[in-house]
Each structure stands twice: as C-alpha cells, then as structure tokens.
C-alpha cells in the first residue's frame, strides 16, 4: 500500500479543509482558518509513521487472509460441541487457528 501526502493530512488533521491537485506538498491548498497547515515537514514525518505502522502490522493482514471464515470456523465448533468434545487445546478449531499464528508471528 502507497501512503501518500493524502492519507498523512488526513492523519494529521482529519477535520481540515483542504485541496491537493498533485502529490506533493507545493499542490496543497490549504482552506482551513482554524486549523494550521502542516509543514511539509510534518507530512513527511507522519507519511513515514504511517508507513511504519502498516508494515509492523503485516502479520495481521496476512492471518486474516489465511483464517478459515467464521462460518467455517463455527462449523468446526459445533462438529466439536455435538460430539461432546471442549474446543480447547488440541482440538481441530485450536491447532487450524494455532497454525496460521504460527505462520504469521506477532511481530512485536
């Protein structure tokens, strides 16, 4: 994902009045009387925050593609539940979640 000038305005001041015509801080007009225009600075640094956070979360985008749906999920479960089996450690729901945990470490 590209985080741009865009997203780091709308991170900085999300109820400013503003127009960007380009993709840089010279196209910015900014239409707000209350809230102070950023610096170019400031739009540098909150774009290089911005870019920090998606990629220490990445382990998060990668286990919710390889989670099974929750309809499949709930299916495991009641499978468990009608045989008389507690989901707990061991269980096909636990090690199906477990292994995709595995897979995508929490980085932090």
């Known amino acids: 994902m590209e985080i741009g000038?865009?997203?780091?305005?709308?991170?900085?001041?999300p109820t400013a009045s503003w127009v960007l015509t380009?993709?840089?801080?010279s196209s910015l007009e900014w239409k707000d009387s209350v809230i102070p225009k950023p610096?170019?600075?400031?739009?540098?640094?909150?774009?290089?925050?911005l870019n920090a956070s998606y990629e220490s979360n990445a382990y998060q985008r990668h286990r919710e593609?390889?989670?099974p749906s929750v309809t499949?999920?709930?299916?495991m479960l009641w499978h468990m539940m009608d045989k008389n089996t507690i989901p707990g450690k061991?269980?096909?729901w636990y090690n199906t979640i477990m292994n995709v945990k595995k897979?995508?470490?929490?980085?932090n």
């Open 65 to 67: 593609a390889a989670y």
């Open 5 to 13: 000038i865009a997203q780091a305005i709308i991170s900085l001041a």
């Open 90 to 92: 061991g269980s096909d």
């Open 72 to 75: 499949e999920q709930l299916d």
């Open 39 to 49: 610096t170019e600075a400031q739009i540098t640094a909150e774009i290089n925050s």
């Open 103 to 107: 897979q995508y470490p929490k980085t």
């Open 22 to 25: 380009g993709n840089d801080y």
